[in-house]
């Protein structure tokens, strides 16, 4: 079993930064993946930004702004969030896609963390 602890959310003013951590623990043999997507309220849930072996990836609205990096040694990603606008407001949700130590492949998502912009 594989669970993930995020942290980090809250309440900023437009402009402002913020950066949300993810940890990993359990039953993992290697981590195949680590992203970050958001949700807004009446809207679909999206990807935000993944690091891969390759390097990462951003969705557009995101480029110049946020940043993801990962901690291999802690199992953990981050991302930093700056200059944040009332349109990046939205629960976001770390998912790491694993291998166990049983050979399972698994996507895995945390709880989700409330990131609220105010204007």
């Known amino acids: 079993q594989v669970q993930l602890v995020e942290s980090g959310g809250g309440l900023v003013q437009t402009g402002g930064s913020l950066r949300l951590s993810c940890a990993a623990s359990g039953s993992i043999s290697s981590i195949n993946a680590m992203g970050w997507y958001r949700q807004a309220p009446g809207k679909q849930r999206e990807l935000v930004a993944v690091m891969r072996s390759g390097g990462p990836n951003y969705v557009d609205s995101a480029k110049g702004r946020f940043t993801i990096s990962r901690d291999n040694t802690k199992n953990s990603v981050y991302l930093e969030m700056s200059s944040l606008k009332p349109e990046d407001t939205a629960v976001y949700y770390c998912?790491?896609?694993?291998?166990?130590?049983?050979?399972?492949?698994?996507?895995?998502w945390g709880q989700g963390t409330l990131v609220t912009v105010s204007s």
């Open positions: 998912n790491v896609m694993v291998t166990t130590t049983t050979g399972r492949y698994l996507a895995v």
